[in-house]
Each structure stands twice: as structure tokens, then as C-alpha cells.
């Protein structure tokens, strides 16, 4: 009896979602030495941040390992992330960083949030035209477009005066310590917008993951529904960098913790089992590092370092859905 309970998705899900639940209980509870106020308005924030965060890498990964076939590519290993950081770094040499500075954070979010999605997109049809059929090469050419455009926001930053300059490497210098709650109803809103249009194509994600031959025959529009779930992938990329700057590899390793543990393709579990994994590895890295046992170490570093020998694992494997 129990070993049938625990075969299903459902019940592993609920597993995960039970430690979701337990780790952020702990992240507001462990350690408190002052007025309940103030830790609510202080954790609170963090933990709405870092929720927000897993939510949009955990559901555009696994979208964007749909749309491309493959376990191994996430749009920050494609250098998608970065290019949200480049698009910052573009508007503030566009329109001025000190004319900027005069939108509403939210109308300046939303700004580059739409060049970003034109952007991803066409990223997107010129890497996986076709044309390019090798996996490792697929890699390569993603970390390449990821560096030069790393590079290129580098560049654009030393034009801008120094205090635009800071503004520019906040976005690329963030971190799940140091994460940016100003805008955490601008990034609530654009991931209710993305779940919007999700849902749109909701159907269609579990045949886009047989391949496209077979979606196409099963009567799904391949290339559109290909480009609208890009688009959504685009605007959870650019809620999870602009609240804790590009990671590497923490999708790819959340990604991966859901289909392991639920043993299934279906998306009606991957999906919440991602988010879950990254609420656990986020706000429970966090609460084990900064609270328990009062360690400096960087989440991030831990997590990099877990998720970039993974990728080595998977890549030695040749790990494909």
C-alpha cells in the first residue's frame, strides 16, 4: 500500500510541497529576536522574492526544455539571462539613465521586459533554425552568445556616469542573499501575465514534448505555439534576473530534481515539482546557511557548483528527453 502511494506523481509532489511549506515556515520562525513586524516586513519580502524567483525559473526552464528537446539546455545556459542584464543596460543608453530614473519602476520593468521578449525571440529563431542539429554544438554557441553579451552590457556600463553605472551592475550582481525587493509586485504581475498566456497553450505542452513531427500531426500548430511558449519563457527569464541576477545553472538542477523525482514527462507535474525543488533548494539553503548554522557562504556558489556538476553528469551521458 505504501509503496503504490509513493509510485504516483501526486503523492511525490505533495511530499515536495509539504518541505516547500516547512522550509518557509522556517525561513520566518528560526532565530527571530525581534518584534514580528519587522520580520515580516524584512523576511517577508525575501521570502516573496525568492518564491517569485523559483516560480519563474523552474517554469521556463521546463518550458524551455519542451520547446527544444532536450534536458540539458535552459535558457541561461543559452545566454538568455544575460541578455535581460544587455536590454537594461540598452535602455539606460537609449533613453538616458537619468530620464530613466523618472518612470515608475514598474512602466521601466515592463519596457524591458518587452524588448526582451522580442529579443529572446529572435535569439531564439537563430539558434534553433534548423540549421544546427548538434547538441554540443547548440551548448557552445549558447555560452558564447551568453559571454558576448555579458560583455557587451560590461561595455555599455562604462559608457553610463557612475552613478548609472551602479544602477546597470545591481541587475547582473544580485544574488539569493541580496535579492532586489523593489520590485516584487511589477515581477508578481508579469508572472500572472505569463501564467495567462500559458494557459493558453496549456494543452499542447505535453504533444510539443513528443517532438515536432508527431505535434504537427497531432494537429497542433507547431511554430506558433513553439514561439508563444517562448515568449512566456522570456518574461519568467526577466522576473527571475531582475530579482536575483542571471544563474547558470539552478535551472538545469531543478529541472532535473522534477523529473527525477516525479518519474514522469507530464508537464501537470514537472511543472509544480519544479517550483517546489526550487523553493526547497532557495528558502531552504537559505534557512540552513544564514540561520541554522550562520555560515558566509554563498547559496549561490553551492547551488552553481551542484548544478555545474550535473550539467558535467548529463553531458557525459548525452541526457535527452
Not at 68 to 82: A, E, I, K, Y
Not at 129 to 155: D, K, N, Q
Not at 207 to 215: E, F, P, Y
Not at 254 to 277: D, E, M
Request: hydrophobic share 60%.
Amino acid at each position: 500500500m505504501v509503496l503504490t502511494f509513493w509510485r504516483r506523481p501526486a503523492s511525490r509532489v505533495a511530499l515536495l510541497g509539504l518541505v516547500a511549506v516547512l522550509c518557509c515556515i522556517g525561513f520566518m520562525t528560526v532565530n527571530v529576536q525581534t518584534d514580528w513586524q519587522f520580520i515580516i516586513e524584512y523576511r517577508g519580502s525575501r521570502l516573496l522574492a525568492l518564491v517569485l524567483t523559483a516560480v519563474a525559473l523552474g517554469v521556463s526552464t521546463i518550458l524551455f526544455q519542451t520547446i527544444t528537446q532536450s534536458r540539458l539546455l535552459t535558457p541561461s545556459l543559452m545566454g538568455f539571462d544575460v541578455l535581460y542584464v544587455l536590454v537594461n543596460t540598452l535602455a539606460m543608453l537609449a533613453v538616458g539613465g537619468s530620464a530613466l530614473a523618472e518612470w515608475a519602476p514598474s512602466l521601466r520593468f515592463a519596457l524591458q521586459v518587452m524588448l526582451m521578449v522580442a529579443l529572446a525571440l529572435l535569439l531564439f529563431r537563430l539558434l534553433f533554425s534548423g540549421s544546427v542539429r548538434s547538441l554540443h554544438l547548440m551548448i557552445l554557441l549558447g555560452m558564447l552568445a551568453g559571454m558576448l553579451f555579458r560583455e557587451l552590457s560590461e561595455l555599455g556600463a562604462r559608457v553610463l556616469d557612475p552613478s548609472e553605472f551602479g544602477i546597470s551592475t545591481g541587475v547582473a550582481q544580485a544574488s539569493f542573499a541580496r535579492v532586489n525587493t523593489d520590485l516584487l509586485g511589477a515581477a508578481a504581475a508579469a508572472l500572472a501575465v505569463g501564467g495567462l498566456l500559458l494557459w493558453r497553450w496549456w494543452r499542447c505542452l505535453d504533444v510539443l514534448s513528443l517532438g515536432r513531427d508527431i505535434a504537427i500531426n497531432l494537429g497542433v500548430a507547431h511554430g506558433r505555439v513553439v514561439q508563444g511558449v517562448m515568449a512566456v519563457t522570456a518574461i519568467l527569464v526577466s522576473v527571475a534576473t531582475v530579482l536575483v541576477g542571471p544563474t547558470l545553472f539552478f535551472g538545469l538542477l531543478i529541472a532535473n530534481l522534477a523529473y527525477w523525482f516525479t518519474g514522469s514527462q507530464r508537464h501537470c507535474w514537472t511543472l509544480p515539482a519544479s517550483v517546489l525543488a526550487g523553493i526547497i533548494c532557495l528558502v531552504g539553503g537559505q534557512l540552513l546557511l544564514e540561520h541554522l548554522l550562520s555560515s558566509t557562504l554563498p547559496l549561490a556558489l553551492v547551488i552553481e557548483v551542484a548544478g555545474g556538476l550535473l550539467f558535467i553528469v548529463l553531458l557525459m551521458r548525452g541526457a535527452r528527453q
